[in-house]
């Protein structure tokens, strides 16, 4: 096949899994936890490595920030043969359990957000795909991570989150935020929802891990929270979680 118009990538890497960073930053890091990993390509926000795990190969490929370009990132790797897709990315944290350092894995997505409006309509829930979930839980207990499982919230802007009042719609944001605190989500972030239901549309398997940075609810409350900027334990997490995905489906 020709190579497609966005990622820039053709069917030729036969991989059927694929780990999503949102950093381009971070894309030969992780590469590095793979076997035989190499530089495949650049374009836009996409930059893709790729290599194998268990000996099937396995892209890693960023999607930049946000739900337009996620969705475009996986619905034109599916084009190329991806069915597998486990995006690892970085949160703020929401319930007061949910500290800086913690890794959340993402069971569903709040779509607070416009890209998957052109998808399904929005009763139409966004979830990870049991499985992939499964093992991204299994990964974090063998390593030893504190983690959660639950609900979070994916929206379209940043600042809408961090500088609510100024907007002209601070009163819908600051109500919903209060409902989702409400509802127990546990942290904030910006691609979740857009995979869930780009997968779901395309019968693609998906599930997300996030490392959180911090949490501005417990600041709010005068509680501790480490600040942490280390995205290696969901990485690693993500690896451990895909390399027996692959030998449990062999």
């Known amino acids: 096949m020709e190579k497609l118009y966005h990622i820039q990538l053709d069917d030729s890497h036969g991989a059927k899994y694929a780990i999503l960073p949102g950093d381009p930053g971070r ?4 590469a590095s936890l793979l076997d035989n990993s190499r530089f495949i390509g650049q374009n836009r926000e996409y930059t893709t490595w ?5 000996a099937e190969p396995v892209l890693v490929m960023s999607t930049g920030m946000g739900g337009p370009s996620t969705a475009i990132g996986v619905e034109e790797l599916y084009m190329t043969g991806v069915r597998n897709f486990v995006r690892v990315g970085t949160c703020g944290g929401m319930h007061l359990d949910v500290m800086g350092g913690d890794l959340v894995i993402a069971t569903g997505a709040i779509r607070m957000e416009g890209t998957t409006r052109e998808y399904l309509p929005i009763e139409f ?4 795909d049991f499985e992939l979930t499964g093992c991204l839980v299994e990964a974090a207990k063998a390593g030893g991570y504190r983690h959660h499982t639950g609900v979070v919230q994916c929206k379209d802007s940043f600042y809408g989150q961090h500088s609510p009042e100024r907007m002209p719609v ?12 409400k509802g127990g989500t546990l942290a904030s972030e910006m691609e979740s929802a857009a995979l869930y239901i780009v ?6 398997k998906a599930a997300c891990i996030l490392n959180t940075i911090w949490n501005q609810e417990r ?6 929270d480490t600040e942490s900027h280390d995205t290696m334990r969901g990485i690693r997490v ?3 979680a895909i390399r027996e995905h ?3 489906n062999r």
């Open 219 to 224: 600041r709010a409350k005068g509680m501790d």
């Open 246 to 248: 692959i030998k449990k």
């Open 125 to 128: 829930p966004a979830v990870a």
């Open 199 to 204: 997968c779901q549309s395309l019968g693609a």
């Open 170 to 181: 601070a009163y819908e944001l600051q109500d919903k935020w209060q409902a989702w605190l």
């Open 27 to 30: 894309v030969e890091k992780i």
């Open 238 to 240: 993500a690896v451990d």
């Open 50 to 54: 790729l290599g194998t795990l268990a």
